[in-house]
């Protein structure tokens, strides 16, 4: 069973940084991409970053280039989002989601979310 | 804003049909696939369709999915009061901000 596990996040003061993870299991982690999609209180989706399997490619929203940073450690099935200059507008439920190269590129499972609150 | 647009809300009676449509441009829906997701009340997203039409194993058949060039329509039929959700469309982007792109969510009420 595919499983994805947030974990990492929490109260952070406007300006701070936080590091969110995604543990994996079920699956072979090395083989597929990853993203990170987040959801503000009472908001839409929005897709935030994306990472190849290998890592070769890295792709950001531009609400968040140049502050977030994507990574992966494929030995600890692991996923990364380093958050640093974190704005009140950052504030949302960060999800983890495997993502798929079918026809199209899609992300059929989601890990349960991590709430992250930018305030002072 | 979000770039694909969705409306707000839809509804319909149990038993009935209903349609929700997703408006992009030729750099995202034009010249990409479209996902669909299903976010029941305080859950995560889940997967619907994908490749515009397609059914991950499990979905029922009452859930379909359709393309033309640059809107999409998910479609639902046979309501049922556990389909009461929130429907999010997405696709990749392919300008210049490559990146993944969803609507802004159509609340589906079965009255």
């Known amino acids: 069973e595919v499983q994805l596990v947030e974990s990492g996040g929490g109260l952070v003061k406007p300006g701070g940084s936080l590091r969110l993870s995604c543990a994996a299991s079920?699956?072979?982690?090395?083989?597929?991409?990853m993203n990170w999609v987040r959801q503000a209180p009472g908001k839409g989706l929005e897709w935030v970053s994306s990472i190849s399997s290998s890592s070769s490619y890295i792709y950001y929203a531009d609400s968040v280039k140049g502050r977030f940073t994507i990574s992966r450690d494929n030995a600890k099935n692991s996923l990364y989002l380093q958050m640093n200059s974190l704005r009140a507008e950052d504030t949302a439920v960060y999800y983890c989601a495997r993502g798929i190269y079918g026809d199209g590129y899609y992300f059929d499972y989601w890990g349960q979310g991590t709430l992250v609150t930018v305030s002072s | 804003q979000s770039v694909l647009t969705q409306p707000p809300s839809v509804s319909a009676a149990p038993g009935q049909k209903v349609t929700i449509s997703c408006s992009g441009s030729s750099s995202n829906i034009g010249n990409n696939y479209v996902s669909w997701y299903q976010q029941l009340p305080g859950t995560a997203p889940k997967l619907l369709i994908y490749d515009n039409n397609k059914r991950p194993s499990g979905i029922p058949d009452r859930f379909s999915g359709s393309k033309s060039g640059t809107s999409a329509t998910l479609g639902i039929t046979g309501l049922q009061t556990g389909d009461e959700a929130d429907y999010y469309c997405?696709?990749?982007?392919?300008?210049?901000?490559?990146?993944?792109?969803f609507g802004g969510g159509t609340k589906l009420t079965v009255l």
């Open positions: 997405g696709t990749w982007d392919s300008s210049l901000s490559a990146g993944g792109v």
């Open positions: 079920g699956f072979t982690f090395s083989s597929y991409s």
